[in-house]
């Protein structure tokens, strides 16, 4: 029935542009006639006037919504044990929640790794992508859960059952299987235009088929929620159980799965995200095939090229990934990939931050060759990489041991050699004290970090550190680059010297 129509609703997508640019001069139109009417002191019955005078009715996205919203569903999760209220689950605790439960918070579940009560259930939306029951919605959604539930447009309830998650991406792919042709959406091919006008259909409040219109407000948004993200935001309204429903565009294809807000008062205030059509189309397809999701891994570590970093490597604009480690055995050690490099491409494809080369990476083949780009002391090399599958594991962090003062560089920091401090390490040197006004304060350098490098060059004494800053300033530099370790983790810091 959708793919039927969608023909019609390009011809009537003419009309709505058409119809939405003459509206304001339909307004004015109105305004003035209504102006004289009034001063001629007669009575006015306004439908009736306008419906006289031939002026055209506003065009809407009724056509749009009838087309698609059979295929949107209602989800409702029975949550752990037997329950005894249909109501929402609660809350976490505020001493429990992750920074970012103010974004799904709202949506009528917790975060996956917050407390979960022992029974409840969770409502949330979704949509059929295929008329053999395939329904995409959100991990969170579906997040322990022990029984699911899917209401169609007409009412009826149907059982559901997982097929795969991936909480990388909070995405779930869940399936009904009934012998009935469900009509179903597909989703866009082409990228959404920041102010293009969309339309987020869901469940929210239990209150199934709602609909909410806006326009595109921006893309790319990261909110700290992963490692993948690359969320379009949108300011069509959505609330508390709209997670994992679609936003359409006019043309009635899905642009996006509705999955964080970001709500100070608890309601909408008009800044919603979705997880990209794009992005949804590869990790679904990887549910339904696998019940998982594998991703491509080359085995760095990296962090952002700052502004000074980019200075104190020679790179002429901040872009690309820093190297700040190579896993042992890895991909990138057995290529050579090296520590302080800067990867700027992959697969001949430029790499704008270090979250566009994870997730460049992590849409890799594991086994596939690939060319990564590298920028190393001062040029430009291309590097052949066999892509490895990324080993699913978690590093814990330790904070850094203090020490006492001893000697401080021109830098605004006091170090003292790591070998002096118990728990720092045999090797670089630690900074034991900040001049909060100084370069290391402004550069984000902390007390307890170890400098193991200055400029690729190897230190273990405050004295070593001077030297090379000293014949940095002689050459002009107006940065240099250290390598600190903080707690188990290595990483690049760029700092001024002028």
Not at 185 to 201: C, F, S, Y
Not at 425 to 440: L, S
Not at 454 to 459: K, L, P, S
Not at 460 to 470: F, G, H, L, S, Y
């Amino acid at each position: 029935m959708i793919d039927e129509a969608r023909s019609q609703i390009r011809q009537r997508n003419c009309v709505l542009v058409d119809g939405l640019c003459r509206l304001a001069l339909v307004a004015v139109a109105i305004a003035v006639w209504l102006a004289a009417s009034i001063a001629q002191g007669g009575s006015i019955a306004v439908a009736a006037e306008v419906n006289a005078i031939g002026i055209p009715a506003p065009v809407g996205f009724a056509d749009i919504v009838e087309l698609v919203k059979p295929a949107v569903v209602g989800v409702q999760v029975k949550i752990e044990g037997v329950t005894t209220s249909e109501e929402p689950q609660q809350e976490a605790p505020p001493s429990h929640r992750s920074p970012l439960d103010r974004f799904f918070r709202h949506f009528g579940t917790p975060m996956p790794d917050a407390p979960v009560p022992k029974s409840g259930f969770a409502l949330g939306s979704g949509f059929f992508i295929s008329s053999d029951g395939y329904v995409v919605t959100n991990n969170h959604v579906v997040a322990n859960g022990v029984s699911f539930e899917v209401t169609i447009d007409s009412g009826k309830t149907y059982q559901a059952k997982v097929i795969g998650t991936d909480p990388q991406t909070d995405l779930a792919l869940i399936k009904v299987s009934v012998p009935t042709d469900f009509p179903y959406v597909r989703l866009a091919a082409d990228l959404p235009r920041i102010g293009d006008w969309v339309l987020a259909v869901g469940n929210p409040f239990g209150l199934g088929g709602t609909v909410t219109a806006g326009i595109v407000s921006a893309r790319g948004r990261d909110i700290g929620a992963g490692p993948y993200e690359d969320f379009i935001q949108i300011d069509a309204p959505v609330n508390k159980g709209n997670s994992g429903g679609p936003t359409f565009n006019v043309r009635g294809e899905v642009i996006g799965v509705n999955t964080a807000i970001f709500s100070p008062s608890g309601g909408s205030v008009g800044i919603a995200f979705d997880i990209p059509a794009e992005n949804v189309r590869l990790i679904v397809q990887q549910l339904k095939d696998k019940g998982h999701v594998t991703r491509g891994w080359i085995g760095v570590q990296i962090q952002p090229v700052t502004p000074t970093i980019a200075e104190a490597v020679g790179l002429k604009n901040p872009t690309g990934a820093l190297v700040d480690q190579v896993e042992p055995a890895s991909p990138a050690a057995r290529s050579g990939i090296e520590t302080g490099d800067v990867i700027t491409s992959v697969n001949g494809e430029a790499v704008t931050d270090s979250r566009d080369l994870a997730r460049k990476t992590a849409a890799l083949v594991p086994g596939s060759a690939t060319t990564v780009g590298v920028f190393r002391a001062g040029q430009e090399r291309t590097i052949m990489v066999t892509a490895g599958e990324l080993p699913a594991r978690t590093v814990e962090a330790k904070v850094a041991d203090q020490g006492a003062a001893s000697e401080a560089p021109s830098l605004g920091v006091t170090l003292a050699p790591a070998r002096a401090v118990p728990a720092a390490g045999d090797r670089g040197v630690v900074i034991t004290e900040i001049d909060p006004t100084g370069h290391a304060a402004e550069s984000g350098l902390q007390t307890g970090d170890v400098i193991i490098e200055v400029d690729n060059q190897a230190v273990n004494t405050p004295a070593d550190v001077r030297k090379i800053i000293e014949e940095a300033r002689s050459q002009s530099k107006r940065a240099i680059l250290l390598r600190i370790k903080r707690g188990e983790a290595m990483t690049f810091v760029g700092i001024p010297v002028g």
